[in-house]
Nanobody, 121 residues
Framework: QVQLVESGGGSVQAGGSLRLSCAASARTFSVYNMAWFRQAPGKEREFVAAIGRSGQSTAYADSVKGRFTISRDKAKNTGSLQMNSLKAEDTAVYYC??????????????WGQGTQVTVSS
């Protein structure tokens, strides 16, 4: 069982930056891929970025590529999402997830409670 807790959300103006963090409760976090998903009001949850167990493999949604960077620290059981050049359309609740999947939300077993990111234009 892995519990995930996100932090770092908030409100920022377009063009600004935020860094989201995800703290995992168990060392078994290191055996899982980690991802960030987001859900805007009235929309389905969508993939943002993923990072493999070793931290060497990463993937990004086209909409965030070049602006967001996913990373993880296996020694500290943490993960992060650095978000730069934020746009109004990035406004959503962001979720950290751990599991054996990659792009599909259904393939992740553990989820955090979410953190709100609001970008004003």
């Amino acid at each position: 069982q892995v519990q995930l807790v996100e932090s770092g959300g908030g409100s920022v103006q377009a063009g600004g930056s935020l860094r989201l963090s995800c703290a995992a409760s168990a060392r078994t976090f290191s055996v899982y891929n980690m991802a960030w998903f987001r859900q805007a009001p009235g929309k389905e949850r969508e993939f943002v970025a993923a990072i493999g167990r070793s931290g060497q493999s990463t993937a990004y949604a086209d909409s965030v590529k070049g602006r967001f960077t996913i990373s993880r620290d296996k020694a500290k059981n943490t993960g992060s999402l650095q978000m730069n050049s934020l746009k109004a359309e990035d406004t959503a609740v962001y979720y950290c997830a751990a599991g054996r999947g990659w792009y599909s939300a259904a393939s992740y077993d553990y989820w955090g409670q979410g953190t709100q990111v609001t970008v004003s234009s």
